[in-house]
Structure formats: structure tokens, C-alpha cells
């Protein structure tokens, strides 16, 4: 993507499922859905379960 679109439409953003912070997915998404920072944290605890 090197076109950069004048977002048209503020798409409703599903909420982070730990936190509840505005996550980067849209709300048609399907499973849970976490933001940048809780999905880094899911990512790190998966990383060094133990
Ligand atoms: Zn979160």
C-alpha cells in the first residue's frame, strides 16, 4: 500500500477484550480482539509461559 486513502469513513473499532481500549480492528471482527498494547502483553506471556 503506498497510496495513502483519506479515510472516508471512521470505522467503528472493536474494543480491546482485556483492557476495553479501542483496539486497530474493526468491530466485524470475529474472536477477541486486543489492543496494541494488551496483544504485545498476550504475545510476551505466550512467548514465556511457565
Ligand atoms: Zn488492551
Redesign the pocket.
Given at each position: 500500500m503506498t497510496q495513502t486513502t483519506p479515510t472516508p469513513d471512521a470505522e467503528a473499532l472493536a474494543d480491546?477484550?482485556?483492557?476495553?481500549?479501542p483496539?486497530e480492528y474493526p468491530a466485524s471482527t470475529r474472536g477477541a480482539t486486543?489492543?496494541?498494547?494488551?496483544?504485545w502483553?498476550e504475545a510476551q506471556r505466550t512467548a514465556c509461559s511457565g
Open positions: 480491546c477484550v482485556l483492557c476495553g481500549e483496539t486486543y489492543c496494541p498494547v494488551c496483544e502483553q
